[in-house]
């Protein structure tokens, strides 16, 4: 405590281990294992097949395994020390990584769907039996990626970005299946542009739903489930607060909420010492109230807002 402020610092278990995606990293590699594989029997039965609908099943599994790449390599960033230059480290790689996956889904949807419209118009001729075949495949290792994604996904928004792609495959997957089936029994050739065009339409909301979140840390809005109002009727009924003002909330990287604030606390409290107390009551409703564990707060007397620069709310 200096010149009467005083900083108040919790650090939880979040901070401790890194970021929430770096315990999942076997899950990532499994599943970038999985999604390869099947990448490669895809574009294979593609071309083999004539199918436009494998193709673009293909594509996403392509564009899969690029994010859960990036996933990986933002998770490796995000375990360096922070550094006197980069004080939290390289965490929000992580969310750079989440923004560039949703970019390349936009874009991969958008050929599927230009590709589609044309084959409307003139379909080509498709081996149903191969292409029936090879979104088999492509739905068992859908499937199996899902199941090893499930629980993580909670706890990241990489990770939830990579479990979203992997359902996207999967619905793209059946959606292949029943065009096969269609064109084995009725021969309509169309089927195959129609499921291309449906994986592209499940594709986008997915993107954009991954871009905002993306988005939402790098402008960093208040963390999803923290209601700031709450929080600051919370700080102000410590004992010997008095006022509570300049509070952000904001997110670093998933798993990691911070949140700072200048205190205000009355004469007695500040006159007496008893500031320590005060720090350790903040973060302890913090953690405990809003699972907000990094926090940093400013003590003050009533006297020190005058000195503070007309900016400050």
Known sequence: MASGH????????????????????????????????????????????????????????????????????????????????????????????????AVILFGLALYILYEAVHRLSEPPEVRSGLMLVVALVGLAANTASLLLLHRAQSDSLNLRGAYLEVLG?????????????????T?????????SGLVALMILPRAWGLLREAIEVLLEAVPKGVDIEAVRHHIAHVPGVVDVHDLHAWTITSGLPVLSAHVVVDEATMAGGHTGRVLDE??????GHFDVEHSTFQIESATHREHESPVHD
Do not use: K, Y
């Open 169 to 185: 495959d999967l619905l793209g997957s059946v959606a292949v299946v029943v065009a096969a089936l269609v064109i084995a029994l």
């Open 6 to 101: 005083g900083h108040g610092h919790g650090h939880g278990h979040a901070a401790a281990r890194g970021t929430a995606t770096g315990g999942h990293r076997r899950r990532l590699m499994l599943v970038l294992l999985f999604t390869a594989s099947v990448l490669v029997v895809q574009v294979v039965g593609a071309i083999a097949s004539g199918s436009l609908a494998l193709l673009a099943d293909a594509g996403h599994m392509a564009a899969d395994s690029a994010g859960i790449v990036l996933s990986l390599v933002a998770v490796t960033l995000a375990q360096r020390a922070p550094t006197r230059r980069r004080t939290f480290g390289w965490q929000r790689a992580e969310i750079l990584a989440a923004a560039a996956n």
């Open 282 to 287: 903040l973060c302890t409703c913090l953690a």
């Open 187 to 195: 021969g309509w050739q169309r089927a195959d542009a129609v499921a």
